[in-house]
């Protein structure tokens, strides 16, 4: 489960994230929090999201290109010190009693210029960090370093909101980038798998679409996280309004809310990790338990039981991220990975600024409840659909029958029915 920690390189890396993570999971409920008490406006919250995720929306592809072209190291020394300062200068204004809801939305898209170069360019240094023998097991170890700051920043930031305020969770973050900046700088440079770069062209953006387009096992993952994290990924919007105007349950409900949804993304993370594959069967099945899940908790009218329901939407919210994102990573070509992987973040996160508004005016308009609902009946549709697109690629079937005095219900190759038929 933790094979490649073993590598100096990525240890120094995964140690810095986990800090810096967990500063970001704190700007992240402060900065939703913030506008929603700034505003009482979950549209307006969803427009703060939307504003962090519009510059991948808008520029990934071209991010990717370039980190294509960029030594990987040194881009990320740099777009983790402009993140750093965006948390700081919003630490100023608000300690300072001077914030206004326009100066997050600039940090927050600020934020989302950075992340244009650094999550491409992240996901494509792990593979130079641990090589291929190691890639599934650092991918899934990294999500679980995610989803463990998650886990622990929400909490500490329902702590600091109540007690000294927003501002010190903006304060926290932006120190924290100085552990991943110093990994950086501690790594051993020839310790590293370096990847040729591609060399400066005309055409290399449309090589890359063309690359995906062909490629039937990279398209349709990509697709579907699309449509999820479009639709199904807008829980700022609908937690902080289930907090708020559902439960009132305040800060401190939300933050648990964030807390044990982290929970069971950390247990998807390590189960990925053990997993050791990444098959578009689990991808499917995850993606329709997670819509599945949504519905459900859109519906309960328990607050205990709507926060314990957080915990298996993680599970496979999580399972759906890290399966998709490996899948792409192992069946893309080293030279095409930073345009292949800015495509898969570009549609993963960069479809939130057209999400997060729509989910918010429905939640305002029609409440929580049926904008949570939505949400999932995008994601179980979109999952059934994709699915059997992907069964038909495949060569399967769906077979329905009985075993045990059970029925059973699962995909069988097609030639396997033939020769049953025979």
């Given at each position: 489960?933790?094979?490649?920690?073993?590598?100096?390189?990525?240890?120094?890396?995964f140690?810095?994230?986990?800090?810096?993570n967990?500063?970001?999971?704190?700007?992240?409920?402060?900065q939703?929090?913030?506008v929603?008490?700034?505003?009482?406006?979950?549209?307006?919250v969803?427009?703060?999201?939307?504003?962090?995720?519009?510059?991948?929306?808008?520029?990934?592809?071209?991010?990717?290109?370039?980190?294509?072209?960029?030594?990987k190291?040194?881009?990320?020394?740099?777009?983790?010190?402009?993140?750093?300062?965006?948390?700081?200068?919003l630490?100023?204004?608000?300690?300072?009693?001077h914030?206004q809801?326009w100066?997050v939305?600039?940090?927050?898209?600020?934020?989302?210029?950075?992340t244009?170069?650094?999550?491409?360019?992240?996901?494509?240094?792990?593979?130079?960090?641990?090589?291929?023998?190691?890639?599934?097991?650092?991918?899934?170890?990294?999500?679980?370093?995610?989803?463990?700051?998650?886990?622990?920043?929400?909490?500490?930031?329902?702590?600091?909101?109540?007690?000294?305020?927003?501002?010190?969770?903006?304060?926290?973050?932006?120190?924290?980038?100085?552990?991943?900046?110093?990994?950086?700088?501690?790594?051993?440079?020839?310790?590293?798998?370096?990847?040729?770069?591609?060399?400066?062209?005309?055409?290399?953006?449309r090589?890359?679409?063309?690359?995906?387009?062909g490629?039937p096992?990279?398209?349709?993952p990509?697709?579907?996280?699309?449509f999820?994290?479009?639709?199904?990924?807008?829980?700022p919007?609908?937690?902080?309004?289930?907090?708020?105007?559902?439960?009132?349950?305040?800060?401190?409900?939300y933050?648990l809310?964030?807390?044990?949804?982290?929970?069971?993304?950390?247990?998807?993370?390590l189960?990925a990790?053990r997993?050791g594959?990444?098959?578009?069967?689990?991808?499917?099945?995850?993606?329709?338990?997670?819509g599945?899940?949504?519905?459900?908790?859109?519906l309960?009218?328990?607050?205990?039981?709507?926060?314990l329901?957080?915990?298996?939407?993680?599970?496979?919210?999580?399972?759906?991220?890290?399966?998709?994102?490996?899948?792409?990573?192992?069946?893309?070509?080293?030279?095409?990975?930073?345009?292949?992987m800015?495509?898969?973040?570009?549609v993963?996160?960069?479809?939130?600024?057209?999400?997060?508004?729509?989910?918010?005016?429905?939640?305002?308009?029609?409440?929580?409840?049926?904008g949570?609902?939505f949400?999932?009946?995008?994601s179980?549709v979109?999952?059934?659909?994709?699915g059997?697109?992907?069964?038909?690629?495949?060569?399967?079937?769906?077979?329905v029958?009985?075993?045990?005095g059970?029925p059973?219900?699962?995909?069988?190759?097609?030639?396997?029915?033939?020769?049953?038929?025979?």
């Open positions: 489960m933790f094979s490649s920690l073993k590598v100096r390189n990525y240890r120094l890396f140690i810095g994230q986990v800090v810096s967990t500063g970001t999971w704190m700007q992240r409920i402060a939703d929090w913030l929603l008490g700034l505003t009482g406006s979950s549209a307006a969803g427009i703060t999201t939307a504003l962090q995720f519009l510059p991948m929306l808008l520029f990934g592809l071209y991010g990717g290109v370039l980190v294509d072209r960029l030594p190291r040194p881009t990320l020394l740099v777009t983790q010190t402009a993140m750093a300062l965006a948390g700081l200068a630490a100023a204004l608000t300690l300072t009693g914030v809801v100066h939305y600039v940090a927050a898209f600020a934020v989302g210029l950075a244009v170069l650094d999550n491409p360019a992240r996901q494509s240094f792990v593979s130079e960090m641990v090589g291929s023998g190691q890639l599934q097991n650092a991918v899934s170890l990294n999500s679980a370093n995610f989803q463990s700051a998650r886990l622990v920043g929400p909490a500490v930031a329902g702590l600091m909101i109540t007690g000294v305020g927003t501002g010190w969770a903006f304060l926290a973050n932006g120190l924290s980038f100085v552990a991943p900046i110093t990994g950086l700088l501690l790594m051993r440079a020839r310790e590293l798998h370096v990847v040729r770069r591609a060399p400066r062209g005309k055409g290399q953006l090589e890359g679409l063309s690359y995906v387009a490629r096992e990279l398209i349709w990509i697709v579907l996280v699309g999820i994290g479009t639709f199904g990924f807008n829980f919007v609908w937690l902080s309004a289930y907090a708020e105007h559902v439960f009132h349950a305040g800060a401190g409900g933050s809310f964030n807390t044990l949804m982290a929970a069971g993304s950390l247990a998807g993370a189960l990790a997993r594959t990444a098959r578009l069967r689990v991808l499917s099945a995850a993606a329709l338990a997670f599945a899940l949504e519905i459900v908790a859109a309960t009218p328990s607050y205990w039981l709507f926060a329901l957080m915990v298996p939407i993680g599970i496979f919210g999580l399972t759906v991220n890290v399966t998709a994102n490996t899948a792409v990573q192992m069946a893309t070509d080293p030279a095409m990975r930073g345009r292949v800015a495509l898969f973040m570009m993963f996160m960069g479809g939130t600024p057209l999400g997060a508004p729509v989910v918010g005016w429905i939640t305002d308009t029609y409440g929580p409840r049926v949570f609902a949400g999932g009946v995008v179980a979109a999952a059934a659909a994709i059997l697109v992907l069964a038909r690629i495949g060569g399967l079937r769906l077979s029958g009985w075993h045990g059970h059973r219900v699962r995909f069988v190759p097609r030639e396997r029915e033939q020769l049953a038929v025979t």
